[in-house]
């Protein structure tokens, strides 16, 4: 690479990242699209931006840093907790929620982050399942606060500053949950696009070797996974305050391997696969559990074979490398 | 003839439009079930009982046609089972809610049904505050104070003076402890004591061991169905309890027929509350059961007569309101609707919407060499004593 060329190339570099992209702007204009031409389905787009959310976040630790997490939905439900009880509590207004449930979220990732640095690979999957099942079983045995197995009762999201009422169309529910997501991944996109950032990749690639160049990889692991249970946990949030329900299932491990698999198939270490991979599931999801309600899993499991037999680094590295041959003839 | 092309078109154009293809004289059901998951086996048995009715039928309600959209919930997961409601209501145009087989999910669609204004059967979940979340909700299953109260005032009456309670550490469990607890005392029996389990996996022989050594009359026990009854029976076994010496007590799960053929032979005497079992005798019940039988060949248990009665109620509101879907005809018809149902005389408590049915007290007992559950005493018209006791 032609880093080294003169001492603005790294500057460049970075720019030549961040700058958006003609398909970048035309993804996000087509998720304004369901307003106009699929207004009943707007419910499900909301759910779907908001596991898209979830799934961006997994993919900075995942994709960028690689650490395997099973245990994911533990700050999801952190976040979706927070909300949840402080609008059951009272104080039902949903962006200072969002605020809470981050900070609840990222408490909890900053804490479990000082054990999390220290492991890779195998040992992680084992720590974070671990940890979340232990959050699990605390929520079940907390009956009192979480309201346990029947779920949390009494959530009622105030309207969207002071004005929009959350609709039974899901109108709100979708401009809502579309707009935090496309701030979080701007901020995402700004993040992996930085010096910090490729030094995330660095720390995938070769963890010991990284803190030689001045990189400390404990450090980053840190901060990292501490932005990302923050981002899993406004995502939880989300869900809480658009759908006003909220059970121990939203920590559950089903959860985060529901969410591994979408990261998987949109292709993990792309800013967009987690987002992609949330669509094309929770859509493939929702026509075959219409059109066959008791062996749907079937076609979701061959849906996922097919994927990943054919495009192993899921749906947009097969797109990437479709690209680049296009490219080279 | 300019006219009558132009109401041709407009005509065609209306019948793209999806509302309009919603035909005269069709009601539009909308089921939300578990059809996938670990409940799965409970949402195949209340869509089994349905279907049977319908029919038993000829596919029509209250005279109109019937149209069913089936949704999966895939177990316990409010936030989807909401989102299923609210899309049944919005894209499918759907009259009526109904299923409904897990509280949690029941709750969050409640919401649905009243912010929509749509009847809304509930058939099985059994925690008794759910049809207060929704003014057009009505439910045909039980509920858990109704079948656990009887049960030990019932107890308390036939000798029982000290009971151990054991119960799964969730909703229903709880409630399950709650409402036993609360009659047995207030009958004047004794609670020497009582543990939650976990809900994952329990080892009971350690549970079942220290019930042994406070030597309880009776011991209260409530668990999830499915693989659990099996595990139960047979820490009984290796601990040494014996249904016919220390009174055994359970709601109808831990005594159904799956869970006797994992058990067996240490299940014979246990007693438990229910308010169905296809060995119930009565003309209707065993018309029910060979009709069952020769349709799914298996017996139904009281998921089946669940959805077999909320159709049934669904059947009752649109012929009495004259064909009206909108949810104040239809739950201002449905409140108060009485009928025989397999299970026995059932109706829906006006004030309430709830159900008030016979509570069934049955032991089980070996009958030509099978274990099977044999009623010894019944309770006609029990009333939800939760709410019995909100109203106060």
Redesign the interface.
């Known amino acids: 690479m032609a880093l080294t060329r003169s001492f603005d190339a790294p500057g460049l570099y970075f720019q030549s990242r961040t700058r958006w992209r003609l398909v970048e702007i035309v993804f996000w204009l087509a998720t304004l699209l369901p307003f106009a031409l699929l207004p009943d389905y707007l419910i499900l787009a909301s759910q779907i931006a908001i596991t898209a959310l979830f799934a961006l976040s997994l993919d900075l630790i995942l994709g960028y840093a690689g650490i395997v997490s099973l245990g994911h939905a533990a700050f999801f439900g952190v976040g979706a907790y927070a909300a949840g009880l402080l609008s059951k509590y009272g104080w039902g207004e949903p962006i200072t929620g969002l605020l809470a449930a981050s900070i609840a979220a990222g408490i909890v990732g900053y804490a479990t982050s000082f054990v999390i640095c220290r492991f890779r690979h195998l040992a992680l999957i084992m720590l974070t399942l671990g940890f979340g099942l232990m959050l699990e079983e605390l929520a079940n045995s907390a009956g009192w606060l979480t309201g346990g197995f029947d779920g949390l009762q009494g959530i009622e999201t105030w309207k969207l500053f002071g004005h929009f009422e959350f609709d039974l169309y899901g109108y709100v529910a979708y401009a809502y949950s579309l707009a935090v997501l496309f701030i979080l991944f701007v901020f995402a996109r700004r993040l992996i696009h930085s010096p910090f950032g490729l030094s995330l990749r660095g720390i995938r690639e070769n963890y010991v070797r990284m803190p030689a160049i001045g990189a400390p990889s404990r450090a980053h692991i840190r901060t990292i996974y501490t932005i990302s249970a923050a981002m899993a946990g406004i995502a939880g949030a989300l869900l809480a305050q658009t759908t006003e329900t909220l059970s121990l299932d939203s920590l559950g491990f089903e959860r985060s391997a529901e969410l591994l698999v979408i990261l998987v198939l949109g292709g993990a270490g792309r800013l967009y696969g987690g987002l992609v991979g949330a669509m094309i599931y929770m859509i493939a999801r929702d026509r075959f559990s219409g059109v066959e309600p008791q062996y749907w899993y079937f076609w979701i499991g061959v849906l996922l074979v097919t994927v990943v037999m054919i495009l192993p680094n899921g749906i947009l590295g097969g797109l990437a490398k479709l690209a680049a041959r296009w490219s080279r003839s | 003839m300019k006219r009558l092309l132009l109401a041709g078109v407009g005509l065609f154009a209306a019948s793209l439009l999806p509302a309009a293809s919603h035909a005269q004289g069709t009601v539009k059901i909308g089921l939300i079930?578990p059809?996938?998951g670990q409940f799965?086996d409970t949402?195949?048995q209340i869509d089994d009982g349905i279907k049977l009715y319908l029919k038993q039928h000829g596919n029509k309600l209250g005279g109109m046609n019937v149209e069913i959209v089936?949704?999966?919930t895939?177990?316990?997961?409010?936030?989807v089972?909401?989102?299923l409601a609210?899309?049944l209501?919005?894209?499918d145009n759907v009259d009526i809610l109904a299923g409904f087989a897990l509280?949690?999910n029941a709750?969050?669609a409640a919401?649905?049904s009243a912010?929509?204004k749509k009847f809304m059967v509930v058939m099985n979940a059994a925690?008794a505050i759910i049809t207060t979340k929704s003014p057009y909700m009505a439910r045909t299953s039980f509920t858990v104070p109704q079948v656990n109260e009887t049960l030990a005032t019932w107890a308390e009456k036939n000798g029982d003076k000290s009971a151990y309670t054991m119960v799964t550490?969730?909703?229903?469990g709880?409630d399950a402890e709650t409402a036993f607890q609360k009659a047995f005392s207030a009958a004047g029996g004794s609670v020497v004591g009582s543990v939650r389990m976990a809900?994952q996996n329990p080892d009971f022989s350690a549970y079942v061991q220290r019930a042994k050594d406070l030597n309880p009359q009776s011991i209260f026990v409530m668990i999830p169905g499915g693989s659990q009854p099996g595990a139960f029976g047979k820490a009984m076994a290796e601990r040494g309890i014996d249904p016919r010496k220390t009174e055994v007590l359970g709601q109808a799960e831990i005594a159904d027929e799956h869970a006797l053929a994992s058990m067996g032979d240490v299940a014979e005497g246990i007693i438990t509350s229910g308010n169905y079992d296809y060995n119930l005798d009565n003309p209707m019940n065993k018309e029910f059961v060979k009709d069952y039988n020769a349709d799914y060949n298996r017996n139904p248990d009281f998921f089946s007569v669940g959805g077999y009665d909320g159709t049934h109620l669904i059947d009752i509101a649109l012929t009495k309101d004259g064909g009206k879907t909108d949810g104040d005809s239809l739950i201002a018809a449905a409140k108060g609707a009485s009928w025989d149902s397999p299970r026995g005389p059932m109706s829906i408590d006006p004030e309430t919407r709830d159900v008030i049915e016979t509570v069934y007290i049955r032991k089980v007992e070996k009958v030509n060499d099978k274990l099977v559950n044999v009623t010894i005493a019944s309770f006609p018209n029990v009333k939800d004593p939760f709410k019995a006791a909100m109203q106060k």
């Open positions: 079930l059809y996938s799965a949402a195949t089936r949704k999966d895939g177990g316990i997961n409010p936030p089972a909401k989102r609210e899309e209501v919005t894209r509280t949690p709750l969050a919401e649905v912010q929509a925690t550490d969730y909703g229903p709880i809900v």
